[in-house]
């Protein structure tokens, strides 16, 4: 993300978001709720340090898993709700029933928009969903459901949020809750900086299901990426899906296309870096995992069901460098006389690796276009970013294996999300590895990591056939006709320069092949260009640093990080 090259130029300032609405969740990546004008509904997870009050009715909790291991879902439609320090939700129906709490007995109520009382806690541990309230004096006469189930945040790991409105629903799950206070949620969408997000159309609605091209920040990092679509259908003969601008930044792409894919019954099809499929007909999980304390962390990591691993961030101090990064080892059963690996990794950035991409930008000032500028051919500025990439790992993670000869480089995971954590799969060299054991370690920066599943497939590639397929219909929210735009990737860019923006597109789906299971993966090429209030001196000082002291980037990024926290937290308690 780095090149040390200052010039003189002008950036426009930030245009102000005008057309999404956010419900969001204090601290490692604050998240989340949006009201989008389509509706969406899915299940992700992403990590938080502290969980504010919820502010209006429409931020449910679906759930949440404990620090213990427990795992408890709320029964519908009454969903739970955080009230000060604790998650109160229903676990089992509950009955209708009217209550008298004295105003002195009142620890909290929760107002929606309307400023009408639709939750309370009491000071005597015992909360309400409130259905109606009458005050007379200084009784609060309350008809409505007492809640079964009230879990102090301290104890709660993972929180599965749910948003409903008229507009949308979005049904999501965040996680790694450390160190609770209360408080507002508060409008963070400003904390993303990522790239378009792309709905796949069910058969019912539109469904979020990936942000290609994370990290490309400007035309000369432009990037191809392909993704797999999750929840794409066919729906009369078509795959539809819906591309939108969501952040504050101009978005540029320059070719979408689907790449179908019909494979085997019974395996995985998904994308190298490079589009090459792979087939996984026999991934196996980790045997063993744990942290660089010892810690077992298999059942973060173990499957793919969103339950991430992320760093303690409570536990780590800027100041030491053994706290700025994590030590991971994934220990994996192994053919003795197997050569290569594929190795799927299920992962991505969180959204403080996405806020700091912008800060990183904004260290160049006014000079920052020219910087960009300076990206768009070879030369020093790509080579210097390259090697800051590969040595900070901040949004490429190396690959390490052990060997005879001691741990050695296979690779880099690359990094995308923080809304999407992509199934990807990369190919490891394993003619120096004998044994009957695989032993890969990772070295995640503090803060900028979360990591859902990962295993390894031996077998071989299995025949599949596959069509890259061009769309028959693009228009966008203006009725405009753009479908040439994406034929190629050829600089003839299709752009949505404002919050808000967005676009369908329709595929031709073809054929069925007897026998075989269907992948459809998107093949997405472009890039972005955020917002930015570009101003001042360039900060030479600190960019210096960032290329001649290894470990100084995740260092600036962490106490930005803490400083960041420490500042929200005061604002909250005001």
Same mark, same amino acid.
């Given at each position: 993300?780095?090149?040390?090259? %200052?010039? /003189?130029?002008?950036?426009?300032?930030?245009?102000?978001?005008?057309?999404?609405?956010?419900?969001?969740?204090?601290?490692?990546?604050?998240?989340?709720?949006?009201?989008?004008? %389509?509706?969406? !509904?899915?299940?992700?997870?992403?990590?938080?340090?502290?969980?504010?009050?919820?502010?209006?009715?429409?931020? &449910?909790?679906?759930?949440?898993?404990?620090?213990? =291991?427990?795992?408890?879902?709320?029964?519908?439609?009454?969903?739970?709700?955080?009230?000060?320090?604790?998650?109160?939700?229903?676990?089992?129906?509950?009955?209708?029933?009217?209550?008298?709490?004295?105003?002195?007995?009142?620890?909290?109520?929760?107002?929606?928009?309307?400023?009408?009382?639709?939750?309370?806690?009491?000071?005597?541990?015992?909360?309400?969903?409130?259905?109606?309230?009458?005050?007379?004096?200084?009784?609060?006469?309350?008809?409505?459901?007492? !809640?079964?189930?009230?879990?102090?945040?301290?104890?709660?790991?993972?929180?599965?949020?749910?948003?409903?409105?008229?507009?949308?629903?979005?049904?999501?799950?965040?996680?790694?809750?450390? =160190?609770?206070?209360?408080?507002?949620?508060?409008?963070?969408?400003?904390? /993303?900086?990522?790239?378009?997000?792309?709905?796949?159309?069910?058969?019912?609605?539109?469904?979020?299901?990936?942000?290609?091209?994370?990290?490309?920040?400007?035309?000369?990092?432009?990037?191809?990426?392909? %993704?797999?679509?999750?929840?794409?259908?066919?729906? =009369?003969?078509?795959?539809?899906?819906?591309?939108?601008?969501?952040?504050?930044?101009?978005?540029?792409?320059?070719?979408?296309?689907?790449?179908?894919?019909?494979?085997?019954?019974?395996?995985?099809?998904?994308?190298?870096?490079?589009?090459?499929?792979?087939?996984?007909?026999?991934?196996?999980?980790?045997?063993?995992?744990?942290?660089?304390?010892?810690?077992?962390?298999?059942?973060?990591?173990?499957?793919?069901?969103?339950?991430?691993?992320?760093?303690?961030?409570?536990?780590?101090?800027?100041?030491?460098?053994?706290?700025?990064?994590?030590?991971?080892?994934?220990?994996?059963?192994?053919?003795?006389?197997?050569?290569?690996?594929?190795? +799927?990794?299920?992962?991505?950035?969180? +959204?403080?690796?996405?806020?700091?991409?912008?800060?990183?930008?904004?260290?160049?000032?006014?000079?920052?276009?020219?910087?960009?500028?300076?990206?768009?051919?070879?030369?020093?500025?790509?080579?210097?970013? &390259?090697?800051?990439?590969?040595?900070?790992?901040?949004?490429?993670?190396?690959? #390490?294996?052990?060997?005879?000869? =001691? #741990?050695?480089?296979?690779? &880099?995971?690359?990094?995308?999300?923080?809304?999407?954590?992509?199934?990807?799969?990369?190919?490891?060299?394993?003619?120096?590895?004998?044994?009957?054991?695989?032993?890969?370690? +990772?070295?995640?920066?503090?803060?900028?990591?979360?990591?859902?599943?990962?295993?390894?497939?031996?077998?071989?590639?299995?025949?599949?056939?596959?069509?890259?397929?061009?769309?028959?219909?693009?228009?966008?929210?203006?009725?405009?006709?753009?479908?040439?735009?994406?034929?190629?990737?050829?600089?003839?860019?299709?752009?949505?320069?404002?919050?808000?923006?967005?676009?369908?597109?329709?595929?031709?789906?073809?054929?069925?092949?007897?026998?075989?299971?269907?992948?459809?993966?998107?093949?997405?090429?472009?890039?972005?260009?955020?917002?930015?209030?570009?101003?001042?001196? %360039?900060?030479?000082?600190?960019?210096?640093?960032?290329?001649?002291?290894?470990?100084?980037?995740?260092?600036?990024?962490?106490?930005?990080?803490?400083?960041?926290?420490?500042?929200?937290?005061?604002?909250?308690? /005001?």
């Amino acid at each position: 993300m780095i090149s040390l090259w %200052c010039y /003189k130029t002008n950036i426009s300032t930030g245009r102000e978001i005008m057309r999404t609405k956010i419900v969001a969740l204090v601290t490692l990546a604050v998240f989340l709720f949006f009201e989008w004008s %389509c509706t969406i !509904y899915t299940t992700k997870k992403y990590p938080l340090a502290d969980l504010g009050e919820a502010q209006t009715v429409k931020a &449910q909790i679906a759930g949440v898993f404990l620090k213990s =291991g427990e795992e408890i879902r709320f029964v519908k439609p009454r969903f739970g709700r955080v009230i000060k320090d604790f998650v109160v939700a229903f676990t089992q129906s509950a009955p209708l029933s009217r209550v008298t709490i004295r105003s002195e007995d009142v620890r909290s109520a929760i107002s929606d928009a309307r400023e009408e009382v639709r939750d309370i806690l009491t000071k005597d541990g015992k909360a309400y969903q409130v259905q109606s309230l009458k005050k007379k004096n200084d009784l609060w006469m309350v008809e409505g459901f007492a !809640y079964d189930r009230i879990i102090p945040l301290a104890e709660v790991e993972l929180v599965y949020i749910r948003k409903v409105d008229s507009a949308a629903t979005f049904l999501v799950t965040i996680g790694g809750i450390a =160190g609770v206070v209360g408080g507002v949620f508060l409008i963070a969408m400003l904390m /993303k900086e990522s790239c378009p997000f792309i709905y796949s159309y069910d058969g019912t609605t539109y469904v979020f299901d990936a942000e290609p091209y994370g990290g490309a920040t400007s035309e000369g990092v432009k990037r191809t990426e392909w %993704c797999g679509l999750q929840y794409l259908k066919e729906v =009369g003969g078509e795959y539809r899906i819906k591309i939108t601008n969501e952040v504050d930044e101009t978005q540029y792409t320059d070719e979408l296309k689907l790449l179908v894919v019909d494979h085997p019954a019974g395996t995985k099809a998904v994308a190298e870096e490079d589009g090459r499929v792979r087939t996984l007909s026999d991934p196996r999980p980790p045997i063993r995992a744990v942290d660089g304390r010892g810690r077992d962390i298999l059942p973060r990591v173990v499957r793919n069901d969103e339950i991430f691993w992320i760093t303690k961030t409570d536990e780590k101090n800027p100041d030491r460098k053994e706290d700025l990064r994590d030590e991971l080892l994934f220990e994996f059963p192994k053919p003795a006389v197997a050569r290569t690996a594929k190795l +799927l990794f299920n992962g991505c950035n969180t +959204l403080w690796a996405s806020q700091m991409v912008k800060r990183f930008l904004e260290l160049y000032g006014a000079d920052v276009s020219k910087t960009y500028e300076a990206l768009r051919s070879s030369g020093p500025a790509r080579e210097m970013r &390259q090697a800051f990439n590969d040595r900070e790992e901040l949004y490429r993670l190396q690959i #390490w294996v052990e060997t005879p000869s =001691g #741990w050695v480089k296979k690779g &880099q995971v690359v990094g995308g999300g923080p809304f999407v954590s992509e199934d990807r799969v990369y190919v490891i060299d394993l003619a120096d590895v004998p044994g009957d054991i695989l032993r890969i370690k +990772l070295f995640p920066p503090a803060a900028f990591w979360m990591i859902n599943h990962l295993a390894v497939d031996y077998t071989p590639d299995l025949p599949i056939q596959t069509q890259e397929i061009e769309a028959i219909r693009a228009v966008d929210d203006m009725g405009r006709d753009f479908r040439q735009d994406l034929a190629a990737t050829d600089g003839r860019y299709f752009v949505m320069p404002n919050t808000g923006d967005w676009a369908k597109i329709a595929y031709p789906a073809p054929p069925r092949v007897g026998g075989l299971e269907r992948t459809v993966i998107l093949k997405a090429s472009g890039y972005y260009d955020i917002h930015l209030l570009a101003a001042g001196p %360039c900060r030479m000082d600190i960019l210096t640093r960032f290329l001649a002291e290894p470990g100084f980037a995740v260092q600036y990024s962490f106490r930005e990080f803490l400083k960041w926290q420490a500042e929200t937290l005061a604002q909250l308690k /005001k």
